[in-house]
């Protein structure tokens, strides 16, 4: 897919494809994503690496790493899940980290006979992913989004701090792997072997700051230079950068460009939604609609609105829907008005280097609950978009 542009006259989409051909519809959703586009560090050399270099979002399964001399920037939620795993079968394993993650424990444990016959009974399933929800809705969702209000939220540094004391042996390794700001300041993550992978004499944690790569490794500013065979880089995608989501170029109503659009804007859309002049298009995505929780549970809340949208514009017989600039602002006014009790602007953040923030200052998180997400996808005013033919 190479773009898709709005036609104002036929009040239409033109979504133009690779393979020359266009496909034109009355409406557009946006289901691409937003871990989709790598992130790639902003470290001198990195093109100049003579080994295997790749990214976890493009991992090379053909590539065998035993034995090898494996080198991985970034401790984020992709390398809590890539560590533990090649630890076992390397040679020696370097980790640069730059900025610790809070690793929390992940309820995993097999599921018993018992249990897996509950399952089978109706509603099983419903109940199995409602407790894993709520898990997440508890470590992170409510204290990030109600950090000023919730007690508990502020107790959970604490928790991770145990955990910590529990996983890790040596005390300056230990303390490195602190976090030196609140959970919910950016991404935690849930793994039961993370922590624990630190302990072995093949793994070495550095936080100097890596100077430049050479061809032959990697170099920090106090002079080490670690040779290693192949690098790794866990440096995440690019989340709120306006070019990237949705993945394709975007043109609305009167030749506006997505980017430009929000560039001059600032990221907001109408609960995660809709954009005004971007008639007909609708977004899984977009700024201010996900809490923090699941994506299930985010993609399952705005198709709900979209649906809604989509069947009282059939209804109505209208060929153009467009949310009112009026109903757009109003819910801005709302998430700025409420983000003072989010964690992201308490003190305890300022040294989290989280991916949240945009290139403004803004976090376009929501500020609500999941349950509150899904009341609001069932409730909306309608009115608040224009729906025409």
Not at 39 to 68: C, Y
Not at 357 to 371: E, I, K, Q, Y
Request: glycine share 6%.
């Amino acid at each position: 897919m190479l773009g898709a542009a709005f036609l104002d006259d036929e009040n239409l989409w033109r979504v133009d494809l690779d393979t020359g051909d266009a496909v034109t519809a009355r409406f557009l959703v946006n289901a691409s994503g937003v871990l989709i586009t790598p992130n790639m560090p902003d470290i001198d050399g990195v093109d100049s690496f003579a080994g295997v270099t790749m990214h976890t979002a493009r991992w090379d399964h053909e590539q065998d790493l035993t034995n090898k001399r494996v080198a991985i920037i970034g401790t984020g939620a992709s390398a809590v899940q890539v560590i533990p795993e090649i630890a076992p079968i390397v040679e020696h394993l370097t980790v640069f980290q730059r900025t610790p993650i809070w690793c929390l424990p992940k309820p995993d444990a097999p599921l018993s006979p018992t249990t897996r016959r509950l399952m089978r009974l109706p509603g099983g399933h419903a109940v199995q992913r409602a407790l894993s929800q709520a898990y997440v809705e508890l470590t992170f969702t409510l204290p990030a989004q109600y950090f000023t209000l919730n007690p508990m939220a502020k107790n959970m540094s604490k928790f991770g701090e145990s955990y910590l004391r529990k996983q890790v042996r040596d005390p300056e390794v230990r303390d490195k792997l602190t976090p030196r700001y609140a959970v919910g300041c950016k991404r935690p993550g849930f793994h039961n072997t993370y922590l624990a992978t630190f302990n072995r004499d093949n793994v070495e944690l550095v936080t100097e700051p890596i100077e430049k790569i050479t061809g032959s490794g990697v170099a920090t500013v106090d002079g080490e230079t670690r040779d290693v065979d192949v690098l790794i880089l866990a440096t995440g995608f690019k989340v709120m950068d306006v070019d990237d989501n949705p993945t394709f170029p975007l043109t609305g109503s009167d030749a506006r460009s997505w980017s430009e659009h929000f560039s001059e804007r600032r990221l907001q859309s109408y609960e995660g939604v809709a954009v005004p002049g971007f008639p007909n298009f609708f977004t899984v995505f977009g700024p201010y609609g996900y809490v923090g929780n699941s994506y299930f549970a985010l993609i399952e809340t705005q198709t709900h609105h979209i649906v809604r949208c989509l069947k009282h514009a059939q209804r109505k017989r209208a060929r153009r829907v467009e949310v009112k600039q009026e109903a757009n602002d109003r819910y801005f006014a709302e998430m700025m008005r409420k983000r003072h009790r989010q964690i992201f602007w308490q003190d305890t953040c300022k040294d989290a280097r989280s991916y949240y923030f945009d290139r403004n200052g803004d976090v376009p998180l929501r500020s609500a609950s999941t349950l509150h997400t899904y009341w609001r996808a069932r409730r909306f005013p309608l009115d608040d978009y224009e729906f025409s033919s």
